[in-house]
């Protein structure tokens, strides 16, 4: 299978705890983005990457949160002293430079209790 | 499972029907637009794309249509299944690559 990897598919965590997810892009993508998606709503951009380069956050994007990519692959998430607020879907899309082939993984289900 | 989208418009239809789902996207800069149908659960499914400098597109049994005069997007689908049954957003690309979605529109398809 060539989509795009997710890792966990659920994560239950206390508040205040920190939690990483990891993303496997589909390999001919350069392109990386992650999205959160609360119930209810469509999918908010959060970040993006182009190889290893992180070109853009959103303001949704705290200073709690962090994004990886190191070697232009696979990405990691990282959410520290997580909050109730936190819970959502994170779902991550890998593209073509030009937007074409933007597909989306399954999502990480985060939920803060 | 979980529901996706509680409260979200809701379009009903028969098997075999034809279904329409409208789009109203914000930035007339906007030139490539996405439609993805989402399963309880799961994340958005890539149905089909148009650029701006076109204004219809066909794929299997769908088309979209896109008016720019007006900003707005519709997703045909015919002889709706089932298996059709989700949450459909559009979604459009602002120049950066990073897609802003519409709120969603639940499709229930009864046999």
């Known amino acids: 299978d060539t989509g795009v990897s997710q890792d966990p598919r659920h994560k239950i965590t206390k508040r205040g705890q ?13 392109r990386l983005y992650w999205y959160r998606q609360t119930l209810g709503q469509g999918p908010e951009f959060l970040t993006y990457f182009q190889n290893e380069a992180q070109l853009e956050k959103s303001r949704l994007l705290s200073d709690r949160f962090s994004a990886e990519r190191p070697k232009g692959s696979f ?27 933007y597909t989306f993984g399954s999502g990480t289900r985060l939920t803060v209790v | 499972g ?19 789902i409208n789009c109203a996207y914000s930035n007339s800069a906007s030139d490539y637009f996405i439609w993805y149908k989402q399963e309880s659960g799961k994340g958005p499914q890539f149905i089909i794309d148009i650029r701006s400098n076109m204004d219809k597109r066909q794929g299997q049994r769908v088309t979209v249509l896109l008016n720019k005069t007006v900003k707005h997007l519709s997703l045909q689908i015919a002889a709706t299944q089932p298996g059709d049954s989700a949450v459909y957003f559009c979604a459009e690309n602002t120049g950066f690559q990073k897609l802003v979605f519409g709120t969603g ?7």
């Open chain 1, 18 to 30: 920190n939690v990483t997810f990891r993303c496997d892009p589909i390999s001919e993508h350069n």
């Open chain 2, 2 to 20: 979980e529901s996706v989208g509680l409260h979200l418009p809701t379009l009903s239809v028969q098997e075999g029907d034809n279904s329409i």
């Open chain 2, 105 to 111: 529109t639940r499709l229930l398809v009864s046999p």
């Open chain 1, 75 to 101: 990405s990691t998430l990282e959410i520290q002293r997580t909050e109730q607020g936190d819970s959502a879907m994170y779902l991550c899309a890998s593209s073509f430079p030009g937007g074409e082939g």
